[in-house]
């Protein structure tokens, strides 16, 4: 009972704050002490999302996004499911309360306010909080993360991307200027939004790319993987919407500079005892059926002998690893609870 | 009337052979007088495909695979919708009783039978008649086609992958070494058959590759790359499943070894008369959606001068113009018809 | 030639006036001359929809909603694809430009305005019409249609419903106080409109019933099986939206008052020469797959004598029969030429 | 932990015994034992069904149906997730092994032998045991649960039906001769094998009923809904397989004998304090998307006040409620432990 620690969710009514509060709900450590949404304001959980109905703390009430009423209620960390320029100024009214923030926009993830402008095409809101800021992938900046005011969880493409290349960038073994990336998406990863383009109708039996050639995420994905690289590494990028409502299958070539054999163990030596890091093998194509819902990544490779390029797959849920799933794999290690907890599921 | 031609159908109960029956019940140069199938001999189409109720000769009765029957029935000229292996000996008899074949299988489509053994895992059946066979892409072949006995259609993936980059390999403007292939792909496409992995619950919110890494459309893929380039081309080729019935969209990446402003002049160049290649333009994803149940291919095209890339985007319904559309187009050349006939619908 | 007649299409943006506009391009006895939309007023029809590309007079600009232009383009026949309420005052304009109207809207097709006002809460735009509005089932109302000047095209779901009943009412072989009706609907039935309830994820993956316990639809089915039965008829209906782009599904529950065998006596004598009604039969149950994208309407029936019900299934596609083809078939009655023209597709 | 229950699962390769192998794999009061399946034996839980890999337990190795082997792991409960007809002889060998057993079937559901034979096509395997086999549905068989030594887990259809009409059949507040039923049903209800009409292009873009007029649940509906009633009561049911992967959602027909303000309180009454049937309340249409994942049943009653018929909706997870997550909770009861153990989760 003294791990349980009392939380927060300002801007619970997109996909990503959904499947933080549903995450939080059913979590054996949290207890949601507010939850905020402006246009859900004074209702009941319950009575906007019947989903939860019935599940412990469900009859909460969503409150205006007030920080000090946060504080009030004795969170002592928030999570921020808010669209970028917009988390930044409510992050830091929340760290001068005392309150850690573990936030799910893009607002911290870039070291740089220069590259934010360039990407955002907005100045940073906060520039002298990046500082402080720690990229939250559990699996590279553990340490970072435990201690951290500010956790800037990645974003969905950009985790699906970097996770299997860091190693392999670390270990020299693929040409860092070769990298073009295929991903499809599903389409809870455009918002809950009325949009006349992500009507039923105009997104099934469908297949569209979008966001070319400069996908925003691309600044983070390229942040990290040129320090994997110890270079500045650019690449190619095009992510396609489909028809499904959850998960990320992303398709990496890259040229081999290495011995296609060596490509194993470098992905093992560094996710071996990741808990959420599946390395599905050689020759695998890692499937999004078997990770939506869920907060695992799925990885297979694939040598192309003919071409000596290397051909990476990985899998995973948009909304879970790709966001509240990730987000609580920090919210875990911040608390010192067990890494896995509300995360074990299928 | 004088423009009416008696066709058979042979193999009418895939996804391919039912959607070629359903453009010839239509056509109106097209005489259906002989469709074959093992499964449903004895039946008539519209009680095995209710779809097809009360259009012309819906009434008609499926009969064995008797060529001789075919032949029998005015037949001059047969398609066949059939599994590779299986096509070419029912060729050969067409061919002998004077009936010219277009074959939708992978049979013809290779010029040299060692490639052919190669990615198909078995002999030839019929080598001898290679060399008269045309690998069947209108916009490619069209003189050869007129003429031929036996024209070869292009597989579904190949056609996809290839008009977009036959005009820029022989202009030079991309470097042949660096292609690489990310296509997705409705289930159709991997026919209409009791299969596990295909039905609905396995293949519904669900994103996988397969076929890594030397699927059999390579072969000629990479012949017909290599007659553009006119040198020897190989390239990386990832095929997608994804939960859509029917339609193919193709993401190629390929390095610049020209300017870029280039890449439109030269596809305007070969295709702005094509009535089934729609050139959307630069900066355009086109959708799947546009050509599902048509006989279109849809091309856009970016540039991402952070790498240097050519992002090209192409797509086409599998079973439209990757198919039986395309089997039609050659149809209507064979015949000296108008080249669109029966197949400007939306 | 002279069978050539010239068309508008007033409201083309919706599901419905995109059909229209899909089946009136492809027509081989109309020639559209005119097209409006407020939204895409000078704008070419291909570059708003890609879909219409190369397709025969898909060059034509959208123009604002003026009925004196469409007169002025020579049009002879208007299409009204616009929402009830809407449609009468242009209606009303264009029969006084000597324009005859086919109105997809609810706002010709009830006898009586205080109905209309009852189930669409607004008073009657142009009663004095009413008189002289023919309700456009072709099947019941073929003479009527062909010498109308207004034609109100009737709903979709009405369609599915009213057809199979009218003749088992009219035989009086069903008691009529005792029909309930469940029906599944497609979400273009809902239709083009940017709103959160009908973006991918919120329908994929979900069914759920809607507008109860008093559709709109219930004024215009109510009054025609009240037509059939000479009888006041009141019934239950339950419309569902599932996760399909098109096509509906009804099911009717009714006490059989005489014997079951009568039943398909009673619908082949009515229907046996009806071009789009398909008898699948006795012991059938229809699929939308088999009419989406036609103009064809499915029936098949059941015996349950367990309970002595008769249980009636009957599929069309809601954009088909359901409304564009449905009103492409009265097009044709009022013109004079066949039936069938432009709609005996698959 | 002296809560800790070893359990076994019989035939957990179809999608009830992966379902309830989910389940079963994250329960805290459930350690599993042993796990069959003849087609997957020898080989490891989480190599045939990736999904589950990382999860406790999941390296388990299937063995063949073997109860011996069962007995020897020490489970004390086993879940019977087989087909009809195969499931009553291992029934039988466990209970002689002292295992008691939550079956899955349809072998111990019916209380007359004769009934089943009638409605089975097959004589009973095991009618000796039909007087000690307890109806699994909890919210009405509570106690006899708590102390079976076999539990017939109840029917997807079945449970969806008869839940909201027992309250109101005890309480004569419809009329039991006039009720009709219409569900929905998602594709994984069809169970997993290869079969042609389940592949995913026959069934996307698609509606159909099917199973008519004499669907094989309806003897186990019949017989509770006679008990509820108090007099033998006849239904009409006709299911409809919907492109969803799982989902069922009810729509039933009934007219009203008493006043429709009583429904409310006759259904508060009976499940106030069930933790899985949510009231969604008058005037509410329940979603599917709501439930699925889930053990919940949510149910929803529109009065029709023109036909003064009752209109009753109700939605499950065919899988959850409907199955496996239904057979957890009498697993729950059978062990005393918490009633919503490893079933809390949205």
């Not at 936030?103 to 002298?128: C, V």
């Not at 951290?148 to 270990?171: F, K, M, N």
């Not at 809950?192 to 995420?217: D, M, Q, T, W």
Request: with cysteine; glycine share 6%.
């Amino acid at each position: 009972m003294e791990d349980l620690t009392k939380v927060a969710i300002v801007g619970a009514s997109g996909y990503t704050g959904l499947e933080l509060l549903r995450i939080v709900l059913c979590h054996p450590n949290a207890e949601l002490t507010a939850v905020t949404s402006r246009s859900n304001a004074d209702q009941k959980i319950d009575d906007v999302f019947p989903r939860f109905k019935k599940l412990p703390s469900s009859e909460l009430t969503f409150i205006e996004p007030d920080m000090r009423a946060i504080a009030a209620s004795g969170a002592t960390i928030a999570f921020l499911a808010l669209p970028h320029g917009t988390a930044a100024p409510f992050a830091s009214e929340l760290l001068q309360l005392g309150i850690r923030v573990i936030d799910l926009s893009a607002d911290f993830r870039l070291d740089d306010a220069n590259t934010y402008a360039e990407f955002y095409d907005q100045q940073h809101p906060s520039p002298e909080l990046l500082d402080q800021a720690v990229y939250g992938l559990p699996e590279i900046y553990q340490n970072e993360i435990q201690s951290a005011q500010i956790v800037a969880s990645p974003g969905c493409y950009p985790t699906s991307i970097i996770l299997p290349l860091i190693p392999l960038l670390r270990d020299k073994l693929i040409d860092p200027s070769s990298i073009s990336v295929s991903s499809m998406s599903g389409v809870s990863g455009a918002g809950r939004k009325a949009s006349l383009p992500l009507i039923f109708p105009e997104v099934n039996e469908s297949v569209r790319s979008y966001g070319l050639p400069r996908h925003r995420h691309l600044s983070e994905i390229e942040q990290e993987l040129s320090k994997a690289a110890n270079q500045s590494v650019t690449i190619s990028f095009v992510p396609h919407l489909i028809p499904v409502t959850s998960g990320i299958c992303t398709t990496t070539f890259a040229n081999l500079t290495g011995e296609f054999s060596t490509i194993s163990n470098s992905l093992r030596s560094l996710y071996k005892n990741s808990p959420f890091v599946r390395l599905r093998g050689e020759g695998i194509s890692p499937d999004t059926k078997h990770v939506t819902g869920t907060n695992f990544l799925d990885i297979g490779w694939h040598h192309d002998p003919r071409t000596n390029r290397l051909i990476l797959q990985s899998t995973e849920d948009n909304l879970g690893k790709g966001a509240a799933g990730q987000a609580i794999q920090s919210f875990n290690l911040m608390t010192g609870i067990s890494p896995t907890a509300g995360l074990l599921t299928a």
